[in-house]
């Protein structure tokens, strides 16, 4: 029989040992110079031969997996997709390989610049363009090759995993890479969780090297030198390097996040609680269980933000979280932090839900100072998921208190909650919550006489807490998640929903023999190491918002 081509005449002559002119082919195809003409005839050659090439032709495989290709030719292009769907559809052994190589165009390689004034990693538009077209290039072989080799499909999610760039990769690698594997979920949607997943990871490392009182520092820092008081030529601080990158990537999980849900500037219901779903599940097992993050937390503000059914079943799901016995006290404590936080914040929570949430959680407290009417004393270790209950109520009653007192029924709502009941129990909540949080909530309930606070915060300032002996915990801190948001660039897409604190519902606290402690709350609070929540405390206020959890967890001073 005839050699179809020349190609097939020379693998008859590689496999009688005769390797001159097959390696005079590699060599060929390999070299970068190669015309676009001459490299679709040996592209075509190959891929008309593809049955022929199997295990002992690695190296060949090699070369042709490391081809620049998405940047020549249309024709060079189709050509190539052609001849590599051929061969991975027939030798499967080759099928990581390509799919790993293919994953790693979407990494683009950023050439050095010949411009001394250019800075180093910088991206034009012209460059931009090359890349995202041939992204669109790697999509279409990706997507063809799912359809027609369904093993794929089980080896594209540990590939992804194991070839994410690491976090200190430059900030386009890292949102190049991002949007890719976004893409991906629009024609394979069943891997949508996963890479969300996955992303959310990646994002959460660096969340957690931009804590929120580095942060503010930085800006103190340089609107210092922006002012002319320090003169200092300094490299960039790492934690404005991860700020950057955080604040991109997150820019892409929220328009992620709106394209999904929203289709022709419509809600589009039922994808919409599928993707949320699948979110409430990343958020239980990735997002709750981190305590020092700041931002990563705000793409379910924003998801539940678009419909009142979503944080209705999201403030659901916290409770159960909380009351359920079986789940780890930290995650309980969590969860309710995530349920005041909301409450408080979000613009698009009511006040009738808002009331409706905190009538259940008193309901609770009531019932679990019953069951423990034989404790002596307060016990952080032992008590935690009911003092961080205790203490949301307090949070999210001192934050929404006027709307409250504006409905027709507050003030009896508020008396049927039995405050003072629950200040005057053995566990003593006062002593054990943060004392910003107890000094508002004290006050505004002092003015509307719902409790009388003041004796027992004296009392409890002249002891202290009893302490474990497998604990150093003398105290009781918790974070408040969705405390004001920091990143410039993704900011626009939290605002509109956000609610700051109003500082002129501020209650005047007339309150005498207490020494005047407002400078405690502008001092440097260090953060505690051995609380069961790790906790973000900071070492300077946020001058936007006195809410913010920068050395409290949120109100303005009242003395």
Not at 39 to 57: G, I, M, R, W
Not at 128 to 155: D, E, R, W, Y
Not at 466 to 484: A, G, I, K, L, M
Not at 516 to 526: H, Y
Request: glycine share 2%.
């Amino acid at each position: 029989m005839e050699p179809r081509n020349n190609f097939e005449a020379v693998l008859g002559k590689f496999r009688k040992a005769t390797r001159k002119d097959y390696d005079s082919f590699v060599s060929k195809v390999a070299n970068p110079s190669i015309s676009d003409a001459e490299l679709v005839k040996c592209l075509k050659s190959l891929k008309d031969c593809a049955t022929l090439l199997d295990n002992e032709h690695e190296v060949l495989i090699g070369v042709l997996l490391k081809l620049d290709w998405m940047r020549r030719s249309s024709a060079v292009v189709q050509m190539y997709q052609s001849m590599m769907l051929n061969i991975v559809s027939v030798h499967t052994v080759y099928l990581r390989a390509c799919l790993r190589a293919l994953i790693k165009h979407f990494m683009p390689v950023l050439r050095p610049v010949e411009s001394k004034e250019t800075p180093e990693g910088f991206v034009t538009d012209e460059m931009m363009a090359a890349h995202n077209q041939g992204f669109t290039h790697v999509h279409t072989l990706i997507k063809t090759i799912m359809k027609i080799v369904p093993m794929s499909s089980n080896l594209l999610m540990p590939l992804l995993i194991d070839n994410y760039p690491f976090f200190t990769k430059d900030v386009y690698i890292q949102e190049c890479f991002m949007k890719n594997l976004l893409q991906i979920t629009y024609y394979k949607p069943d891997l949508r969780q996963s890479i969300m997943e996955l992303l959310i990871e990646k994002v959460i490392k660096l969340d957690t090297r931009a804590p929120r009182s580095a942060i503010l520092e930085a800006r103190l820092q340089d609107e210092s030198q922006e002012s002319g008081i320090f003169n200092m030529d300094e490299e960039t601080s790492p934690v404005i390097e991860y700020t950057d990158k955080l604040d991109v990537l997150m820019v892409h999980l929220f328009e992620y996040i709106q394209s999904v849900c929203h289709k022709d500037g419509e809600l589009e219901w039922e994808g919409t609680k599928r993707f949320y779903r699948e979110m409430l599940y990343i958020f239980e097992k990735v997002i709750l269980p981190t305590y020092a993050c700041c931002h990563i937390q705000f793409i379910m503000f924003y998801l539940v933000s678009f419909r009142m059914q979503l944080c209705d079943g999201f403030l659901d799901y916290l409770w159960k979280l909380v009351q359920n016995p079986n789940v780890h006290s930290v995650y309980r404590q969590s969860a309710v932090a995530y349920m005041g936080s909301l409450l408080a914040r979000a613009k698009f929570v009511s006040i009738r839900t808002v009331m409706r949430t905190v009538e259940l959680m008193m309901k609770w407290a009531h019932t679990y100072t019953h069951t423990c009417q034989d404790c002596v004393m307060a016990d952080v270790v032992h008590h935690g998921p009911f003092y961080s209950v205790c203490q949301s109520v307090f949070y999210v009653f001192a934050f929404r208190q006027k709307e409250i007192f504006e409905t027709k029924a507050g003030l009896k709502w508020a008396k049927s909650l039995q405050f003072q009941h629950l200040v005057q129990s053995r566990l003593n909540p006062l002593k054990v919550c943060l004392p910003l949080v107890v000094k508002t909530f004290a006050s505004i309930t002092r003015q509307h006489q719902l409790a009388f606070c003041d004796h027992i915060i004296q009392q409890n300032n002249r002891s202290f807490l009893p302490v474990d002996s497998s604990s150093s915990q003398t105290s009781f801190e918790t974070y408040f998640p969705f405390d004001p948001y920091l990143l410039k660039r993704s900011m626009k897409y939290v605002e509109p929903h956000y609610r700051k604190y109003d500082q002129s519902v501020a209650v005047d606290d007339d309150s005498s023999g207490e020494e005047d402690e407002d400078e405690m709350f502008t001092d440097d609070i260090p953060s505690s190491e051995a609380v069961d929540i790790v906790t973000m405390t900071g070492s300077l206020v946020d001058k936007t918002d006195l809410m913010s959890y920068g050395t409290s967890p949120g109100f303005k001073h009242i003395l």
